[in-house]
C-alpha cells in the first residue's frame, strides 16, 4: 500500500517517530488512522494521500535531503498522485 511506503520513508529520513505522529502530523487524521489503515485494509481517504503527495514532492525539492532521497520522495509523490487521480476519476455517464 502507498501509504506504508510513505512511512517507510519518512521513518528512514527522520521525519516521524510512530504510527501515531504519521497519521497526525502528515495524514491529518486521528492518532490511530495509520494503524486502523494497516489493520483492516481500508483504502486511505484520498485528501490524507493528497496532502502526504503535497508533501513528498515539497521535500523532493528540498536540498537537506541526499540525492537518493530527493529521488524517493519524487517517486512516491509521483505514485500518490497518481493513487489520487485513480480515485478520483469521473464516473461515465
Known amino acids: 500500500m502507498i501509504v506504508d511506503d510513505i512511512y ?3 521513518r528512514s529520513v527522520g521525519i516521524t517517530r510512530s504510527h501515531a505522529h ?3 502530523e502528515h495524514m491529518g ?3 490511530r488512522y495509520y494503524d486502523y489503515l494497516r489493520c ?3 483504502q486511505p481517504n484520498v485528501r490524507a494521500i493528497f496532502r502526504l ?3 513528498l514532492l515539497e521535500m523532493a525539492m528540498d536540498s537537506n ?3 537518493e532521497q530527493n529521488r524517493r520522495a519524487s517517486g512516491l509523490g509521483k505514485r500518490a498522485f497518481a493513487y489520487v487521480v485513480r ?3 469521473p464516473i461515465d455517464c
Open 22 to 24: 504519521f497519521s497526525v
Open 65 to 67: 535531503l541526499s540525492a
Open 87 to 89: 480515485r478520483c476519476r
Open 29 to 31: 487524521y486521528s492518532r
Open 53 to 55: 503527495a503535497l508533501m
Open 8 to 10: 517507510a520513508f519518512f
Open 40 to 42: 483492516s485494509r481500508a
